[in-house]
Structure formats: C-alpha cells, structure tokens
C-alpha cells in the first residue's frame, strides 16, 4: 500500500522540484527533515498535493506498526489477546491492572502521536488543497470529502482509548488547541465531520484529483468512498445510540447482506517495498519468539460448536509462559505478513444495522441479519423465527456475533464499555478476561492461568503526560 513511513512534511519536501532563474543562481534547499508548511500551503503542485494525501494514508497505518500498535492495546484491555513479551512485563501487567493505575508516559500511548498527526495532515491536505491552483473547485471538494472522513476516523480512534477522559476536537491552531471535551460531545463532533465530508463528496464530481492506494479498491471514487463514509457514521450513530440515524448511514453505506462480508476498503503491506512494513498483527505459528500474542482460553471455550470463526485462533504445540501466565492459544487471523488489514468491512455494517433495527422494535430484521452472520461467517446453524423475544435477548446475541466475528479488530472492547458490561473491580480479582455479557453468556473466571496477583480492568487509557503537561501550562 504505502511505502512512506517518513512525517507527512518530509514525504511533501521530498517531491519539491528545484528551479533556477539563472545560470549562476540557485534557489534555497529545504531541509527534506524540517520543511516548512508554507511549502504547500501556498499554491502547492499536483505533486505536493498527491505527496499530501499519501501522507493521510499513511498516517493512519502509522498507528497500528508503532512499538505498541492499537489493536494490541486495545485487544489486552478488552481480554481479547495478552502480548507476552518477555522483555516488556507491562503488556502482562500493568494493562491488566496489577498496578492499580496506567502509567500516562508509557509506551502503550505510542498510538496517540500517529492518529493526533492524522488528523492534521488532513487538515493541512484541505488547506493546502483549497489554496493551489492544481485543483479543480470538485476536485477540492473531493479532498474535503476524503480529509473530513480520515479526520473524523483519527478522533473516533483516539476517543475509542480514551472514553470518559474525551479528546481535544479543535486544533485548527496548533499552538493554542482547544480543551478537552466529554466522549458525548466528541461523538457529536466526529458525526459533524462525516456529515461534512459525505457532503462534499456529493459535490466532488466523478473522480477524485488524487489516488488512492490499492486498498481502496472498490472505493476509490467520491461516490464509492461516501458509501465508506457513511458506514463511519452508522458506527458513530450507534455508539450515540441514535438507532434512527444509524439506519439511515447504513442504508447509504455498502451494507449487503447478500455481498461478501469482506467487502470494504483495507490497509496493504509489503515488507519488501523500500519502507514498508509487513502486516503488524501477523505472528507466526507456534514462534517462540521474545514476544508471543496469546488468547485466553475462554474465547475457544465460550464458543458455540462447530463455530468456523474458531480458525482465528490456533492452539500452540507448546503453551508460552511468561510471568506465571499460560498461553496456550494464539490469534491466526492472517497468513501471512503480506495479508491485508480491514479498515471497515460488510460483517461490521451487518451487525450493526442488527443491533440498530434490535433496538427500533424490528426484532425480525435484526434476527435476519444475525443469521446472515452466523450461517456464513461461523457456518452456524440460523436461528429460528422468534428467537429475539425482546431487545435484551437480541443484544446478547449481536454482542456475541460482533465478538468472534470482529476479534481482534479493537471492537470488543469498546462494545463492552458502551454498553455498560464490563464487569465492577470487586468481579475482577485474579481475573483477566472480560465477561461476554449478561446470561445466557456469564461472566467467565480467570482462563489464563495466572500464579498470583491482582488483575481489574481498566475503562480507559491514560490522558498522555505531554497533552496534561500543555494544559497545565496553558490554562
């Protein structure tokens, strides 16, 4: 997909063409490590601006090949997987809550930088685009359509961490950003944002000016990356609980029931491109490396039988401890470090409108598209007509489709949060994965097998150091 792993600065400077206005004058070199903004914010070049909205990618991607990627961090706090590192015990321990606090300069908040640099490379991107004369008037709108949703996307990710502790929604002005707001009025902003893009996008003509990497194949045209669009805001809207609104994203999205469920725009890797990196989340069978993602017991255990979904993960020829934890599952979600990434898929969009149309009294739709889920992602049977009795009933079922359908994608998680089943600190003691919900799927004791200490879940990341150390010098 993306062979820059550079600032979204130094890839722009990288491009800049020299000039001359005589023989024996050269113009000034930008330093390619330090450039200025001012190189592409004034009438930047085709080039500058295809260099811009590589960097967007690019950005986004940076977030999950970082020393600590999200879905790992995101995965240990939802009990989905434990990163047994044998050089880091903090991955085993103190995100589990052996600590009683998360440390808030520790290497796990190294997602905060790559999603916080996305979002104003999208900005700088609409500015740059909106102040060149390379671009059409649709051809802008067609960047204000793709940065307002990769923007939207970079808060969604950061709020996702951070929960209750809320983001900051205005850096506009990077010297002077505005506070911290609640999680309710982010999810406010985040929809602002996604309305705002898909309706550029209805006015970006045909094509966009730019190229898209190959990932978004399928998706790759403004009317084509809307749908993608309005598939965030369905997400956004049910996390809002706003059912309504939901239902009309999903009908705008590229929801299909009858579709592939993989179908959506991705994230690509190469490790043999110059600069690339391989697919972050790719662990080879059975390694007994220094570091070895495990799966608690409980996700094999829990499952229905016979369910396809279980090919996620793999028992290991010989269990890794470390730290008096026992692994003896491991996730084998992708085949190779050349396997691509979902940024969103169909699977997504098919529970979501379930739990949507669960909770607007059309618990018959609801139950067909959670059969759609288990007949062809686990090869279940369906469920028979009237299952859904009441909304309880139809939610804990959605809510265990969306665990094995969507493991290890950093849904989990957060599923659990908004809908208020994680479990109080007096039910976690020596315990370290999270229940599945309400009866009939109870909470599950301890499954990774532990020696000794005291293990709570946490509702929320830290608030980095640097963004407390900001506000404290910037009351």
């Not at 991955?91 to 796990?108: C, I, N, V």
Request: charged fraction near 15%; aromatic fraction near 10%.
């Amino acid at each position: 997909m993306l062979a820059i792993r550079h600032k979204l600065w130094a890839a722009t400077a990288l491009l800049l063409t020299l000039g001359s206005c005589g023989f024996f004058d050269t113009d000034p070199v930008p330093d390619p490590n330090n450039p200025s903004l001012d190189t592409v914010l004034n009438n930047a070049s085709r080039a500058q601006l295809d260099a811009l909205a590589v960097g967007v990618e690019a950005s986004y991607r940076n977030q999950h090949t970082t020393n600590a990627p999200y879905n790992q961090v995101i995965g240990t706090f939802g009990r989905e997987v434990v990163v047994l590192a044998g050089t880091e015990s903090r991955w085993y321990g103190e995100l589990q809550g052996t600590r009683g606090r998360l440390d808030d300069a520790a290497y796990y908040n190294a997602y905060y930088v790559p999603l916080a640099q996305m979002r104003r490379a999208a900005q700088v991107f609409r500015e740059s685009a909106n102040n060149s004369q390379a671009y059409n008037e649709q051809q802008k709108q067609g960047v204000a359509g793709f940065t307002y949703t990769y923007e939207a996307l970079a808060q969604l990710l950061l709020l996702n961490m951070q929960g209750e502790n809320g983001i900051r929604t205005d850096v506009s002005n990077v010297l002077r950003p505005g506070p911290f707001v609640t999680q309710a009025q982010a999810l406010t902003n985040i929809r602002q944002l996604l309305d705002q893009g898909a309706a550029a996008l209805d006015q970006a003509g045909t094509s966009f000016g730019f190229t898209l990497s190959s990932g978004f194949a399928g998706f790759n045209t403004p009317a084509t990356f809307r749908r993608f669009n309005r598939g965030l805001a369905a997400r956004v809207a049910l996390y809002q609980r706003d059912y309504a609104g939901t239902l009309t994203a999903i009908g705008q999205s590229f929801y299909d029931p009858t579709a592939s469920l993989s179908l959506g725009p991705k994230m690509t890797f190469n490790p043999a491109t110059a600069g690339d990196q391989g697919n972050p989340y790719f662990q080879v069978p059975n390694t007994p490396g220094i570091t070895v993602v495990a799966v608690p017991d409980n996700f094999v255990t829990e499952a229905e039988t016979g369910d396809a979904r279980l090919s996620k993960v793999g028992t290991r020829t010989t269990p890794r401890v470390t730290g008096g934890i026992t692994g003896t599952y491991e996730p084998r979600l992708f085949a190779s470090n050349v396997s691509s990434l979902d940024i969103m898929r169909n699977e997504e969009l098919i529970l979501i409108a379930a739990e949507a149309k669960a909770n607007s009294n059309r618990l018959a739709d609801a139950l067909a598209d959670v059969n759609v889920i288990r007949t062809v992602s686990g090869r279940l049977a369906a469920l028979p007509a009237g299952s859904f009795i009441n909304v309880t009933v139809a939610t804990d079922e959605i809510i265990r489709q969306r665990r094995y359908s969507l493991f290890y994608e950093g849904h989990y998680f957060v599923d659990l949060r908004r809908l208020g089943r994680l479990p109080t600190a007096a039910q976690t003691q020596n315990v370290v994965v999270a229940p599945l919900g309400t009866p009939p799927y109870p909470f599950t004791p301890q499954t990774l097998a532990f020696s000794s200490g005291q293990y709570r879940l946490f509702d929320r990341i830290e608030r980095p150091a640097a963004e407390k150390a900001w506000d404290a010098i910037n009351p």
